[in-house]
C-alpha cells in the first residue's frame, strides 16, 4: 500500500466529523502529519540499522509538544511527558529518534532554520545522555525550572478554576453546560451520553466521595492529532459544587500501540489497552495526573484522567524568542526523557538503572541516532507531500 492507502486502513472506521479534522491538520506541515501518523514512522523505524541500546519503557509518540504542564493528583504542578498511548517496552534510542525527527519537523513551524534545529538536537542528545549517566531521576519543579518552562508552570499555578471554567461552559447554576462552539467539543448524541452518565454512575460508587463524580453534562472532546476521531469526552462534574468547585474529566478510548508491535520485544500481558497506558504513565511521570484509571465501558477500554487543556504546553516561536530559550526547554524536556526511564527502570523486562547508566556514558550511539532521525524526517516530509497531494481522504 503507498502512503495514503496505509493511513486511510489505520484510521478506518473513526468518527468521520473529527477524522475530517485530523485529516485537515496533518495537511498543515509536516510536523502536524508526524503527530497523526505515528504508525507510519513507527514502522520506518523499525526497517532503520539503529545503535545497539537497552530496554526501556517508552512513551511511543514523543515529540515537542507530548510535553507539558499539568495538576497532578498531589496537586501540585509538574512538567513531563503527558502522553502515553502508545507506551510500550522498546530500545532506549527509539523514543530519542522520534523526538529528534519531530524537532526537525517541526522547524518550519517553530522557525527554526536548519543549522538550529541541527545544532538543538545535538543538544538534547549530550542532555539525555548526561542526565541518563547521573543515574538519578529527579523532575522539574516551578522553583528551580527556567525560561518558557519556568513561565508555563507559572501560568497554571496562577490560574483560577473559575476562568478555566468559563472558557468551556456556557449559561449558569443547574443550567451549566459545556462549551461546543469553541473548537473543543462538540454535542453528543443522545445515546452517547446515556452511556457515559451510566458509566460515570457506577464508576462513582466505587470512589469514596461519589458526589464528586456527579455528572452535569457530557460532550465529545475535539484533542490532539493522532488520536482524533476514536471515541473521547469531556465531562463536567460536580466536584466540590457551584459555582467554581467543578471539575472537568476526560474519558478517552484506549487503543493499541504504533509502537508495540514494531519493536523486537515481549510486551507484558496487559489486561487491556488501558490499563498499559495507565499504568506506565504511572510509571514513567514523577507525579501522575489526578483521576487517572484504566476503566471499561462494556466491552471498550478506556483513560479516565482530569482534563488536561491543550494550552498547557510551551508555545516556542523563533522569531520571538531567542535560541537561548529554545535550548533550555530542549535540555529540559531532554532530562525528563532520561529521569522517566530511569524511574522505571528493572520493571516488567526494562534495562536496570545501571545499565542505563552505562548507555548514557557511552558516546558511539549518538553520531549514528543524529544522523537517522535527519534521513527519517526527510521521510516524514516526503510522505506528508504525497498525503497532501492526494487531496480529499475516504472518512468511512
Request: proline residues 5%; hydrophobic residues 45%; charged residues 25%.
Amino acid at each position: 500500500m503507498n502512503v495514503v492507502e496505509r493511513v486511510a486502513a489505520f484510521n478506518a472506521g473513526r468518527d468521520p466529523r473529527r477524522l475530517a479534522m485530523k485529516y485537515a491538520r496533518m495537511r498543515t506541515s509536516p510536523f502536524a502529519f508526524l503527530r497523526g501518523s505515528c504508525h507510519l514512522f513507527q514502522a520506518s523505524l523499525a526497517r532503520s540499522e539503529l545503535p545497539e541500546s537497552p530496554p526501556a519503557w517508552a512513551c511511543g509518540d514523543l515529540h515537542f509538544e507530548n510535553f507539558g504542564s499539568y495538576k497532578a493528583d498531589n496537586r501540585l504542578v509538574h512538567f513531563d511527558i503527558n502522553d502515553f498511548d502508545e507506551a510500550a517496552l522498546a530500545p532506549a534510542s527509539w523514543d530519542l529518534v522520534r523526538f529528534l525527527a519531530s524537532l526537525h519537523t517541526a522547524a518550519r513551524d517553530l522557525g527554526l532554520p536548519e543549522h538550529e534545529s541541527d545544532a538543538l538536537c545535538g543538544d538534547f542528545i549530550d542532555r539525555y545522555a548526561d542526565a541518563l549517566a547521573a543515574g538519578k531521576a529527579r523532575w522539574v519543579e516551578r522553583e528551580t525550572a527556567t525560561g518558557a518552562v519556568a513561565d508555563l508552570l507559572g501560568q497554571l499555578h496562577e490560574r483560577r478554576r473559575a476562568e478555566f471554567l468559563r472558557k468551556r461552559t456556557v449559561g449558569q447554576g443547574s443550567k451549566l453546560a459545556l462549551r461546543v462552539d469553541s473548537g473543543k467539543a462538540l454535542p453528543t448524541t443522545p445515546a452517547q451520553a446515556s452511556r457515559v452518565r451510566a458509566f460515570m454512575g457506577a464508576f462513582a460508587a466505587t470512589q469514596s466521595e461519589p458526589d464528586f463524580f456527579e455528572v452535569i453534562d457530557v460532550a465529545d472532546r475535539i484533542a490532539g492529532t493522532g488520536s482524533l476521531g476514536t471515541e473521547r469526552y469531556a465531562i463536567l462534574v460536580r466536584g466540590r459544587g457551584a459555582p467554581d468547585g467543578h471539575y472537568l474529566l476526560d474519558l478517552k478510548r484506549a487503543g493499541a500501540s504504533a509502537l508495540a508491535s514494531r519493536v523486537p520485544l515481549a510486551q507484558p500481558p496487559w489486561r487491556d489497552e488501558a490499563v498499559r497506558i495507565a499504568t506506565l504513565q504511572q510509571r514513567m511521570q514523577a507525579a501522575s495526573m489526578a483521576f487517572l484509571h484504566p476503566v471499561t465501558l462494556g466491552r471498550d477500554a478506556f483513560v479516565l484522567r482530569e482534563l488536561q487543556p491543550g494550552e498547557d504546553r510551551v508555545e516556542l516561536d523563533r522569531t520571538r524568542d531567542s535560541l537561548d530559550r529554545f535550548r533550555d526547554v530542549i535540555r529540559t524536556m531532554a532530562d525528563v526523557v532520561a529521569w522517566a526511564q530511569l524511574r522505571s527502570a528493572g520493571r516488567q523486562g526494562s534495562a536496570d538503572a545501571d545499565a542505563l547508566v552505562a548507555f548514557g556514558a557511552s558516546r558511539a550511539w549518538r553520531q549514528p541516532l543524529l544522523s537517522i532521525a535527519r534521513r527519517l524526517a526527510l521521510e516524514v516530509v516526503a510522505d506528508w507531500e504525497a498525503f497532501v497531494a492526494a487531496g480529499e481522504m475516504p472518512l468511512q
